[in-house]
């Protein structure tokens, strides 16, 4: 089978002789959606017989005549943000069966419904529309982004899977790893997914994180915006005056400008691709920060890690997957080093069950879209079975 993937670059080779708005452009906006892209271009290459990344503003003639089947890269699509009307019509165009991934639902809190776009709401059924068989072909985020789907009249085409970046690692013991590493003594490394600097609430604590990178030796990687991407790659230059001081002083008002520079080059990096961002996850004892995918990342490299939640949409990933997190809100305390574990909480059993749950949606999707998937995935959805004959 020929698959098209719609979505961002998996990785941006050329990043090195480039200014950061290609990198971010290339990437969809934020570097976190390697960790989608790459894991749905993995899972897809091992089981189809060929497999594109391609551009929403791809031609829908070529798609038509190059590929049996669409997937697509879903993210936090549904909301008012977002009017994705000029996409349903390119996939009416094309007309082949579709599956999506990863669909969330973005609004201030779990206690609101959205608001969407006649475009979007389009898109979405246009999505529902193109089913491969009579399976649910739309993968969702979590419980909330289903109860969206059903407001629509379309919750019967989806199920919750999750975001596939809970799968890019096969080992089916991947729970058991992070537990062993979540009890050893002492953090010597911390790696901070960098933060949100126009959210005042989160302030105190983006703070204390940037001071537990410092005094550890950590790394601080930028996601999003263009900013945050700048000044993890040395462009300070290229950011307009009132916006870096702004940075400086949400982050380290203690610091001057140039002192506030060397930090970000010591400390601040940005990756162009998954693959090298898990290598060097590797070498941290904890991951923790505001960024999702920064902190899944860490976490499918086998490194303990905890999400500070802050919107609807790191809140229900964080339950959906059984991610350790806490709401903002909810740390009372100062964040260190020595605390940082205790303040959130990993349960090995609950996370295995609910990733072999979440693998299985996950498969059924692919399988009533005629993908045979191979060991990597079953051995993840079998992970449940084996972890409580072991507790047994």
């Avoid at 990437?27 to 551009?55: E, K, Q, R």
């Avoid at 911390?190 to 990178?213: D, F, K, N, S, T």
């Avoid at 790659?233 to 009132?242: A, G, N, S, V």
Wanted: aromatic residues 8%; glycine residues 8%; contains cysteine.
């Amino acid at each position: 089978m020929r698959l098209a993937i719609f979505s961002g670059a998996h990785h941006v080779p050329d990043s090195y002789r480039q200014k950061s708005a290609h990198l971010l452009e290339r990437c969809g906006g934020n570097t976190g959606n390697f960790a989608i892209i790459s894991s749905l271009y993995w899972h897809m290459s091992a089981i189809a017989d060929h497999v594109d990344i391609v551009p929403w503003e791809i031609p829908p003639e070529r798609v038509k005549a190059n590929y049996d089947l669409v997937l697509f890269a879903c993210a936090n699509m549904l909301g008012s943000h977002t009017d994705l009307g000029p996409i349903a019509k390119s996939l009416e165009a094309i007309g082949l069966p579709i599956i999506a991934i990863g669909l969330g639902a973005q609004a201030d809190d779990l206690s609101k419904n959205i608001d969407i776009s006649a475009g979007t709401r389009r898109w979405v059924e246009v999505l529902a529309a193109h089913a491969p068989s009579a399976r649910p072909n739309i993968g969702v985020r979590g419980q909330y982004t289903l109860g969206q789907l059903e407001r629509l009249g379309l919750a019967d085409r989806a199920v919750v899977t999750g975001c596939s970046s809970n799968l890019i690692n096969p080992d089916p013991q991947l729970g058991r790893r992070l537990q062993e590493r979540w009890s050893t003594p002492v953090l010597d490394r911390i790696a901070v997914p960098a933060g949100l600097p126009y959210w005042p609430e989160l302030r105190v604590h983006e703070r204390q994180l940037v001071q537990m990178v410092e005094r550890t030796g950590g790394v601080y990687i930028g996601q999003h915006d263009i900013d945050m991407i700048r000044i993890s790659r040395d462009e300070h230059d290229d950011i307009p005056k009132d916006r870096a001081e702004h940075i400086r002083r949400y982050l380290c008002p203690e610091k001057t400008d140039g002192e506030f520079r060397q930090f970000c080059r010591r400390y601040a990096v940005c990756f162009n691709d998954a693959s090298s961002w898990l290598e060097v996850m590797r070498k941290f004892d904890f991951v923790v920060g505001p960024r999702f995918h920064g902190v899944m990342l860490g976490i499918q490299s086998g490194v303990p890690g905890a999400v500070i939640t802050h919107d609807s949409r790191t809140q229900e990933l964080c339950q959906t997957m059984a991610i350790p997190s806490k709401h903002y809100s909810q740390i009372t305390v100062g964040l260190n080093e020595r605390n940082i574990r205790d303040i959130f909480e990993f349960d090995e059993a609950r996370y295995t069950r609910v990733r072999a749950a979440l693998c299985s949606a996950y498969i059924d999707i692919l399988e009533g879209a005629r993908l045979v998937v191979g060991t990597d995935l079953t051995a993840i959805r079998g992970a449940a079975a084996t972890f409580s004959a072991d507790a047994a």
